[in-house]
């Protein structure tokens, strides 16, 4: 048997995707009709299994990077269809420079996805009344800014910071309580500052902090590299505004941001590409910025 994949998409290939489909979720699996074909289908792409010239299976990729649909007749399940749908799906993800890709897998089907490197996680859950997992397969390790749009838990802050702020090219902007020795004092970062602030005569690159006293007390690295660079500014928020914060972030270029609570260990999240809303973070910094002042301390301290 030869089977070859060929990629379409929905308008060009409907009927012969929708007749798999229709074949495997609806009469065999029992899905509603009304629930298996949706707005996704126009946006993504799909792929078409052919067996020895026939059509057999089908899968579809979203642009957000999760696989669905995959549907393969009863009589070629046997044949390593699936595994050549997958495999063609995830190198197209892989040319496509996609982070990872994802699937809600029907439970049958978990070793299958595991095979190709899919790991389940999360609980159960249920889908046209069959019982799902999610699982994901990373492609490549490390995010990239302006690209990954999906937004993360923050594990490891420090390492977050130091990634990010190694990535951006244009401007970065902190919120910080006092720029925590173990966030922004380390080499490496202070170093990524350096480099970033001397790329061009354009780059921003300010520091806006709830108290100075911590900074006049030891000395940090970012204090010094502020008296040296002009692009490297730190200010300090009126004790006023202070208050109002419950969050401090890191915002990387315009697109990028990691979002925490002030104390260092608490939960944050981040994305490397979500320009709306790392837009409005900048807007709200921007204004900040606007109404805080230079510490008299830090210009002559060291």
Excluded at 33 to 51: G, K, R, T, Y
Excluded at 116 to 141: C, N, S, Y
Excluded at 244 to 257: F, I, P, S, T, V
Aim: charged letters at 25%; glycine letters at 6%.
């Amino acid at each position: 048997m030869i089977i070859n994949i060929q990629q379409t998409d929905w308008s060009t290939d409907f009927p012969t995707l929708y007749s798999i489909r229709e074949a495997v979720f609806v009469h065999e699996q029992q899905v509603p009709v009304e629930l298996e074909i949706d707005d996704q289908d126009f946006i993504s792409q799909h792929w078409i299994a052919f067996a020895d010239g026939q059509p057999v299976g089908t899968a579809r990729l979203t642009p957000d990077g999760k696989i669905g649909r995959m549907a393969v007749l009863k009589p070629y399940r046997k044949a390593m269809v699936g595994t050549h749908l997958l495999r063609a799906i995830i190198q197209a993800g892989i040319a496509q420079n996609f982070r990872e890709l994802s699937l809600s897998a029907q439970l049958h089907a978990l070793h299958f996805y595991a095979k190709e490197g899919f790991v389940a996680e999360g609980p159960v859950f249920m889908d046209a009344g069959i019982p799902h997992q999610t699982m994901r397969v990373v492609l490549r390790k490390q995010r990239e800014l302006g690209v990954d749009g999906k937004k993360f838990r923050i594990r490891n802050l420090p390492e977050s910071v130091l990634d990010m702020s190694g990535q951006c090219r244009r401007s970065l902007r902190v919120l910080s309580p006092s720029l925590e020795p173990e966030i922004y004092g380390s080499d490496s970062f202070v170093d990524q500052v350096s480099q970033l602030a001397r790329k061009h005569r354009d780059v921003t690159v300010r520091f806006l902090i709830h108290d100075d006293k911590p900074l006049r007390e030891n000395r940090h690295q970012l204090v010094t590299l502020s008296q040296k660079l002009s692009a490297v500014e730190i200010r300090v928020l009126p004790r006023k505004q202070i208050v109002e914060q419950k969050e401090c972030y890191l915002l990387a270029d315009n697109c990028g941001l990691l979002v925490h609570h002030p104390r260092i260990n608490a939960d944050g999240w981040g994305s490397y590409n979500l320009r709306p809303i790392a837009e409005d973070y900048i807007t709200r910094f921007d204004r900040q910025w606007h109404h805080s002042k230079p510490s008299p301390w830090l210009r002559t301290l060291y």
